[in-house]
């Protein structure tokens, strides 16, 4: 969100983005809002403007204050409380919602934008999912959807998946994309959890650097020799063919990202 003073053009897509899925949402000005992973707070400062003077949101994260680049959460988060939206906005850095505690009906709405896929593992969002339920009327959801609808959208896919072998392969780092959910996996895990699928929607993401910035992470780890030689063999190799073929099929940059969606649950 600081980084926003960085790169204000590129920052303004990603906000144009989480507009977009606050509006598929329907969060009204007045209502509270629990957002889970709310990481360098992109969506919390759209979510406070969206709940408007009379709302309230807290924004969690697992993170430490010192994680992310170039700018970190701790320094994003008191960039956000300084500024206008600040009033209305709580941010809990270094926290695991499966140890914290709110009073049943807390919140309007619990909110997970685009971090799904860094989660630990399956059981690990199942649970979070199931222990906000008592805590807020609605959950909304949204991630990026594995489904290309261009040519151009694949090596976004290959570089996700990738990533999700290096982890599921038992390299285990604590940066990027950990645990790759598609649609269906993450309808299932809202309904273990307990909650109902309502809506779902497409949301537009043209312009969004997210592919850019996956590639480059996917490359970077498969050229990190001390996390590639933690594979077993056979899944190392299964990446190293990936890599290639993202060298080959990947744009140096301005690669459009996949398309991304929305779902609500009650
Ligand atoms: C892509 S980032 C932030 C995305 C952010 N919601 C947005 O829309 O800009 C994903 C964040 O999820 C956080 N995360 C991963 N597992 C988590 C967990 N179990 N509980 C809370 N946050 C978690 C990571 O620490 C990371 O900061």
Known sequence: MAGGVLNPAGQAVQTRFRIGLADSWG????????????GQGDMTAVLADAVGPDGRVVGIDIAAPSYGAPVTLGQSAAHLLAGPLGQRTEIRLATDVLAASFPAGAFDHVVLSQCSWYFASYEQLRDTLARVRPWARRLCLSEWDLRPTTVEQVPHLLAVLAQGQIEAGGSRGDGNIRTVFGRDDLHRAAADAGWRIGTTA?????????????????????????????????????????????????????????P???VTAA
């Open 260 to 262: 991304a969606y929305s």
């Open 27 to 38: 969060i009204a000005p007045g209502s509270s809002v629990l957002e889970i992973g709310c």
């Open 202 to 258: 497409t949301v537009e993401a043209t312009g969004m650097q997210d592919a850019d910035w996956e590639i480059a992470a996917t490359l970077d780890y498969v050229g990190d020799t001390a996390r590639m030689s933690a594979l077993p063999a056979e899944i190392r190799r299964l990446v190293a063919t990936q890599a290639d073929l993202l060298r080959a099929t990947a744009r140096p940059r301005g690669n459009p990202a996949l």
